[in-house]
């Protein structure tokens, strides 16, 4: 019976199906949506400083002058430019320490990885579907990880690096003669 265990197999024996999602979306968006709440508390920083500025409080207007003032007044009111400030360093450093766990830099080096080939996705595709394969082995949410992204990256690096012929050769030549004939030849046990 087809499981991951025997996918892992699989791909370990064929490494041009070593194919995996970047999750481009997901990490993009979990870096944009850190830099939106950064924008968002500098937008509401900026409205309070410039209440604090038009302000008939002597000490209000002087928040901009003295920062013993303005954190003395944190304490005295609900929303306070020293309170504002507070969350947006508290959100820099949660930033600043998602950088440094090398978020930026490890979806930098994802998105430098090899995409695999179409025919490769395609084999590994088949392999899921074939019933002396992977059978549609993965279920609910899992059944579609190979259906319907594109947003993939091969660790096999050799598939970069095709010289033309070997292009027209595995990318065209082959897949032709599969669809045609191939597609009827028996596959070994266990793959």
Known sequence: MADYNRLARVIANHGEISIFRRFDTSNLKS???MQAELVHLEVDLEKLEKADRLSTDPRERN????VFDLKESGGMVEESQWKKYLEIRQKIQAYIRHLQDGALLQYASLRKVARPTPNDVECLRGWLERENGGNNFLQGREDGIW???NDF??????QSDKDMLTYA????????????WG???KVAPGE
């Open 31 to 33: 870096l944009l949506y």
């Open 63 to 66: 928040h901009r002058y003295c």
């Open 147 to 149: 259906k319907s992204n």
């Open 153 to 158: 990256i091969s660790l096999d690096p050799i």
């Open 169 to 180: 050769v595995t990318e065209i030549i082959v897949p032709w003669y599969h669809n045609r």
């Open 183 to 185: 597609y009827r030849s």
